[in-house]
Antibody, heavy 119, light 107 residues
Framework: EVQLVESGGGWVQPGGSLRLSCAASGFIFTSYGMSWVRQAPGEGLEWVAVISIRDDRTYYADSVKGRFTISRDNSKNTVYLQMNSLRAEDTATYYC????????????WGQGTLVIVSS | DIQMTQSPSSLSASVGDRVTITCRARQSINYYLAWYQQKPGKVPKLLIYAASTLQSGVPSRFSGSGSGTDFTLTISSLQPEDVATYYCQKYDDDPLTFGAGTKVEIK
């Protein structure tokens, strides 16, 4: 059974940093790209970042480019999202999602971790 | 960046009605489009990928069509359990944009 378990969310002041983790199990981690998707309270889904199988390609939404970094540790079956220079508008539930066979569509999602950026 | 324009933003229909949601890309994304259903307080659920491939376990009343720039999600006979917000997502290339969502309610 595929499982994605996020951790690391919480409250942080504007300008602060936070690192989210997503522990994956139940599939061959090294065979799939992984993504982060977020959802602000009462709002729609916003794709944040994706990392390829071998970690040689990463892509980001314009809203987080230069502030967020996605990475993966294939030895730990874990994907990370390092978030720096956080802003109030980054407040959201952050979901980890597993890419599909042949594309970044998402059958499997974690339960999400809430990040609140506020003074 | 290719924006995804989803319409309508909300709709209200009766049980048994045929419901259609559209998603339009500003330039061709071939067939690289997925549809998701999200119920309040729940994680999004994949319905369709590759524009028209029904994810295993999804009821057959859901179907997807289109290619290039114009796509459609159809619910052939709306059921009470279909009350949710529906999102399209392009995945041809970075950025992997979601549409703004369509909230579906029962009349």
């Amino acid at each position: 059974e595929v499982q994605l378990v996020e951790s690391g969310g919480g409250w942080v002041q504007p300008g602060g940093s936070l690192r989210l983790s997503c522990a994956a199990s139940g599939f061959i981690f090294t065979s799939y790209g992984m993504s982060w998707v977020r959802q602000a309270p009462g709002e729609g889904l916003e794709w944040v970042a994706v990392i390829s199988i071998r970690d040689d390609r990463t892509y980001y939404a314009d809203s987080v480019k230069g502030r967020f970094t996605i990475s993966r540790d294939n030895s730990k079956n874990t994907v990370y999202l390092q978030m720096n220079s956080l802003r109030a508008e980054d407040t959201a539930t952050y979901y980890c999602a597993k890419g599909g066979d042949g594309g970044s569509w998402y059958k499997y999602w974690g339960q999400g971790t809430l990040v609140i950026v506020s003074s | 960046d290719i924006q995804m324009t989803q319409s309508p933003s909300s709709l209200s229909a009766s049980v048994g009605d045929r419901v259609t949601i559209t998603c339009r890309a500003r330039q061709s994304i071939n067939y690289y489009l997925a549809w998701y259903q999200q119920k309040p307080g729940k994680v999004p659920k994949l319905l369709i990928y590759a524009a028209s491939t029904l994810q295993s376990g999804v009821p057959s009343r859901f179907s997807g069509s289109g290619s290039g720039t114009d796509f459609t999600l159809t619910i052939s006979s709306l059921q009470p359990e279909d009350v949710a917000t529906y999102y399209c997502q392009k995945y041809d290339d970075d950025p992997l944009t979601f549409g703004a969502g369509t909230k579906v309610e029962i009349k």
